[in-house]
Nanobody, 123 residues
């Protein structure tokens, strides 16, 4: 079984920064791409950023390009999301996701999910 545990969420003022972490455990040796999604109140869950196993390929939602950075440390089975210049509209529960198949980078269909961490950006 696979477990993904997010941390690093919190309350921050607009313009501030946060760094989210997601630690994977269990049968992680077969992991491929990992990603971050978010869901704001009353809205559908949306893709934020993805990264392949080697870290050389990343993709981002247009709304976060230039402000957010996804990275990973495979020695620690951890993926990170650095968030700068945060906006009120970035407020959401942020979820970590992982998959064994590289195709998830394109389809955004990930098999494994964490429980989420709340990010609240105040004006």
């Amino acid at each position: 079984q696979v477990q993904l545990v997010e941390s690093g969420g919190g309350l921050v003022q607009a313009g501030g920064s946060l760094r989210l972490s997601c630690a994977a455990s269990g049968r992680t040796f077969t992991f491929g791409p990992m990603a971050w999604f978010r869901q704001a109140p009353g809205k559908e869950r949306e893709f934020v950023a993805g990264i392949d196993w080697g870290g050389g390929v990343t993709n981002y939602a247009d709304s976060v390009k230039g402000r957010f950075t996804i990275s990973r440390d495979n020695t620690k089975n951890t993926v990170f999301l650095g968030m700068n210049s945060l906006k009120v509209e970035d407020t959401a529960v942020y979820y970590c996701a992982a998959d064994r198949d590289y195709s998830a980078m394109t389809t955004k269909n990930y098999a494994f999910w964490g429980q989420g961490t709340q990010v609240t950006v105040s004006s």
